[in-house]
C-alpha cells in the first residue's frame, strides 16, 4: 500500500509565492523556487501549486514558473486554479505538471473532468471541493478565491465527490472551509464519509494544526493530507511528522 | 550517449526529459522514426490513454519501428503498458512485445483506483537500482500482468510489476522522473546498463 503523503500547497500569485489572510489580500513571501526546494529537501511527498492570482478574473494560469518547478525537483506536483479548458490542462501538464486540479470550473461545466480525464487520464484529473457544514448538511461553495463571488453552488458535497469520480477525476481534494486556517484539525468526520462514499483517493485539506490532526485524517481513510500554514509558518517540520505518524502505526516514506 | 525520447504528441514528455537531464544527459524528443532508429537508447514515457496512444503509434507508422528496435528501450508507466500483448482500456491490442495483458485494477474498501502515491517495492535483482523497501510514484490505474520478465513488484490488492525486463527492453509502471532518489538510481542504472 502507498504511503500516507504529506502534501503542502504554495499559493502563487504573479510567479510568486504568496501569503496572506484569505479575502484579505497577499503579502509576497519568495521565489517558487526556494519554497520547492525547501519542501523537496524536507520530504514533502507531493506539493500542490494555487495559483490564487488565475481563477476569479477568469485568467489562466502563467506557464512559465511551471517549467521550472518541473526542471528542479523529482517529486510529483499538481497545478490548481484558472484551467478552464482541455486547452490549458494541456499547456500545464506539457510545461511538466503532474496533475491538473480544477474546482469552479468542473462546477460550471462538469463534461470539462470527462474531457480532461480522456485526454490525459483519470490519473492526472484531480477535482477540488470546497465544502461548508450546513445545518442539513455539507454543500459545495464556488468562486472560494474571492469574498466578493463565493457563493453555493447548489450541490451536496457528497453527491459532487461521487458525480466528479464518475466522470473520470482520479482524486478528490477535500477541502472543509469551516476548518481552512483555523488549525483545529481537519474535518474527520467528513472526510471519512467521503473516503468511503468515491472510488478514487481521498486528499484532506482545512484545518491541519498539529501532527495528531495528520494522524486523525489518515485513520479517517485520507489518502494524503494537505496544508499550508503550518508547513509555511515551520510549524511543524516533515520530517518530525512523518516519524511521528509512523510511531503511531502509519506507513510514510522517509 | 545519444538517448532519444519518442514524441507521440501527448504524455509527460517535458518531464521524463527533464529527469535525464537531471543526470547530465540531454535527450532528443522527437518522433521521427529513423532518429529514433538511429538512437543509442530509447524512451516511450506515457500518460494518457492506451487507445489514443496506439493510435498515435499507428498514425505515425511507429508500431514496426519499436517493435524491431534492437537498442534498449525504456516503456515509462503507459510506456510501459504499451508494450505488453493487449490492455483492457478500451481493450485495444499494444505493441505485444511482452507477453500479458494490462487488466484494470479494482477498488476496493481502502484501496482506491488509480494506485497514486509512493508505494515500498519488493526488488528481485539490484542492478536495476532499486532495493527492496524504496518508496517510489505510482499513478495508474491498469497494470500488467505479473511475470517472468517482472524484477521489481509492489502490492496494491494484487502483485503489480513496477519493472519489467526482458531483452533490450525495460518498463517501469512507476514515474522515475517523480520517485526522488530511488528514481534517479533507477535511471542511472537504465543508462549505465
Same mark, same amino acid.
Given at each position: 500500500m502507498p504511503a500516507a503523503r504529506i502534501i503542502p500547497c504554495l499559493d502563487v500569485a504573479g510567479g510568486r509565492v504568496v501569503k496572506g489572510v484569505r479575502f484579505a489580500g497577499h503579502r509576497d513571501v519568495g521565489g517558487i523556487e526556494e519554497h520547492t526546494a525547501f519542501y523537496v529537501e524536507q520530504g514533502a511527498d507531493e506539493l500542490v501549486f494555487y495559483d490564487i492570482s488565475a481563477s476569479p478574473e477568469g485568467r489562466s494560469v502563467d506557464l512559465s514558473w511551471?517549467?521550472?518547478?518541473? +526542471?528542479?525537483?523529482?517529486?510529483?506536483?499538481?497545478?490548481?486554479?484558472?484551467?478552464?479548458t482541455r486547452d490549458q490542462a494541456a499547456a500545464v501538464l506539457a510545461a511538466g505538471a503532474d496533475k491538473v486540479s480544477i474546482n469552479s470550473p468542473a462546477l460550471e461545466r462538469p463534461e470539462l473532468i470527462e474531457e480532461l480525464a480522456r485526454d490525459f487520464g483519470s490519473q492526472c484529473v484531480v477535482v477540488g471541493i470546497d465544502s461548508l457544514r450546513e445545518p442539513d448538511g455539507y454543500i459545495v461553495k464556488q468562486y472560494t478565491g474571492s469574498a466578493a463571488a463565493s457563493r453555493a453552488a447548489g450541490r451536496l458535497t457528497l453527491e459532487w465527490a461521487q458525480e466528479a469520480a464518475a466522470r473520470g477525476a482520479g482524486e478528490i481534494v477535500l477541502n472543509c472551509m469551516a476548518e481552512d486556517g483555523v488549525r483545529h484539525g481537519y474535518d474527520v468526520g467528513h472526510t471519512r464519509t467521503v473516503a468511503e462514499s468515491v472510488p478514487v483517493p481521498v486528499i484532506a485539506s482545512g484545518g491541519a494544526?498539529?501532527?495528531?490532526?495528520? +494522524?486523525?485524517?489518515?485513520?479517517?481513510?485520507?489518502?494524503?493530507?494537505?496544508?499550508?500554514?503550518?508547513?509555511?509558518?515551520r510549524l511543524i517540520p516533515i520530517p518530525e511528522l512523518k516519524e511521528y505518524l509512523a510511531s503511531c502505526g502509519i506507513a510514510v516514506r522517509r | 550517449m545519444r538517448l532519444a525520447v519518442v514524441d507521440l504528441g501527448f504524455g509527460n514528455l517535458g518531464s521524463v526529459a527533464m529527469a535525464f537531464e537531471r543526470l547530465g544527459v540531454v535527450p532528443e524528443v522527437t518522433g521521427e522514426p529513423e532518429r529514433l532508429a538511429g538512437a543509442d537508447k530509447v524512451v516511450l514515457p506515457g500518460v494518457g490513454h492506451a487507445g489514443y496512444a496506439m493510435r498515435q503509434i499507428k498514425a505515425r507508422g511507429m508500431a514496426p519501428l519499436l517493435r524491431e528496435l534492437k537498442q534498449p528501450l525504456l516503456g515509462?508507466?503507459?510506456?510501459?503498458?504499451?508494450?505488453? #500483448?493487449?490492455?483492457?482500456?478500451?481493450?485495444?491490442?499494444?505493441?505485444?512485445?511482452?507477453?500479458?495483458?494490462?487488466?484494470?485494477? #479494482? &477498488? &476496493?474498501?481502502?484501496?482506491?483506483?488509480?494506485?497514486?502515491?509512493?508505494?515500498?517495492?519488493?526488488? &528481485?535483482?539490484?542492478?536495476?537500482?532499486?532495493?527492496?523497501?524504496?518508496?517510489?510514484?505510482?499513478?495508474?490505474?491498469f497494470a500488467c500482468d505479473d511475470g517472468t520478465a517482472t524484477v521489481a513488484r509492489a502490492d496494491y490488492g494484487r502483485p503489480v510489476p513496477a519493472v519489467v525486463r526482458s531483452g533490450n527492453l525495460t518498463g517501469a509502471q512507476f514515474h522515475p522522473e517523480r520517485s526522488s532518489a530511488p528514481g534517479r538510481r533507477f535511471l542511472q542504472a537504465w543508462l549505465a546498463a
Amino acid at each position: 500500500m502507498p504511503a500516507a503523503r504529506i502534501i503542502p500547497c504554495l499559493d502563487v500569485a504573479g510567479g510568486r509565492v504568496v501569503k496572506g489572510v484569505r479575502f484579505a489580500g497577499h503579502r509576497d513571501v519568495g521565489g517558487i523556487e526556494e519554497h520547492t526546494a525547501f519542501y523537496v529537501e524536507q520530504g514533502a511527498d507531493e506539493l500542490v501549486f494555487y495559483d490564487i492570482s488565475a481563477s476569479p478574473e477568469g485568467r489562466s494560469v502563467d506557464l512559465s514558473w511551471i517549467e521550472r518547478v518541473a +526542471r528542479l525537483i523529482d517529486i510529483p506536483f499538481s497545478v490548481a486554479g484558472g484551467i478552464r479548458t482541455r486547452d490549458q490542462a494541456a499547456a500545464v501538464l506539457a510545461a511538466g505538471a503532474d496533475k491538473v486540479s480544477i474546482n469552479s470550473p468542473a462546477l460550471e461545466r462538469p463534461e470539462l473532468i470527462e474531457e480532461l480525464a480522456r485526454d490525459f487520464g483519470s490519473q492526472c484529473v484531480v477535482v477540488g471541493i470546497d465544502s461548508l457544514r450546513e445545518p442539513d448538511g455539507y454543500i459545495v461553495k464556488q468562486y472560494t478565491g474571492s469574498a466578493a463571488a463565493s457563493r453555493a453552488a447548489g450541490r451536496l458535497t457528497l453527491e459532487w465527490a461521487q458525480e466528479a469520480a464518475a466522470r473520470g477525476a482520479g482524486e478528490i481534494v477535500l477541502n472543509c472551509m469551516a476548518e481552512d486556517g483555523v488549525r483545529h484539525g481537519y474535518d474527520v468526520g467528513h472526510t471519512r464519509t467521503v473516503a468511503e462514499s468515491v472510488p478514487v483517493p481521498v486528499i484532506a485539506s482545512g484545518g491541519a494544526g498539529a501532527p495528531e490532526h495528520f +494522524r486523525d485524517a489518515f485513520a479517517a481513510g485520507a489518502s494524503g493530507a494537505l496544508a499550508a500554514t503550518v508547513f509555511h509558518d515551520r510549524l511543524i517540520p516533515i520530517p518530525e511528522l512523518k516519524e511521528y505518524l509512523a510511531s503511531c502505526g502509519i506507513a510514510v516514506r522517509r | 550517449m545519444r538517448l532519444a525520447v519518442v514524441d507521440l504528441g501527448f504524455g509527460n514528455l517535458g518531464s521524463v526529459a527533464m529527469a535525464f537531464e537531471r543526470l547530465g544527459v540531454v535527450p532528443e524528443v522527437t518522433g521521427e522514426p529513423e532518429r529514433l532508429a538511429g538512437a543509442d537508447k530509447v524512451v516511450l514515457p506515457g500518460v494518457g490513454h492506451a487507445g489514443y496512444a496506439m493510435r498515435q503509434i499507428k498514425a505515425r507508422g511507429m508500431a514496426p519501428l519499436l517493435r524491431e528496435l534492437k537498442q534498449p528501450l525504456l516503456g515509462i508507466c503507459l510506456g510501459m503498458q504499451l508494450l505488453f #500483448e493487449r490492455t483492457e482500456e478500451e481493450d485495444v491490442d499494444c505493441l505485444g512485445l511482452l507477453p500479458g495483458a494490462v487488466r484494470r485494477l #479494482e &477498488a &476496493a474498501a481502502g484501496r482506491p483506483v488509480p494506485h497514486m502515491g509512493w508505494s515500498p517495492l519488493e526488488v &528481485a535483482d539490484e542492478s536495476i537500482g532499486l532495493a527492496s523497501g524504496d518508496h517510489v510514484y505510482f499513478a495508474h490505474s491498469f497494470a500488467c500482468d505479473d511475470g517472468t520478465a517482472t524484477v521489481a513488484r509492489a502490492d496494491y490488492g494484487r502483485p503489480v510489476p513496477a519493472v519489467v525486463r526482458s531483452g533490450n527492453l525495460t518498463g517501469a509502471q512507476f514515474h522515475p522522473e517523480r520517485s526522488s532518489a530511488p528514481g534517479r538510481r533507477f535511471l542511472q542504472a537504465w543508462l549505465a546498463a
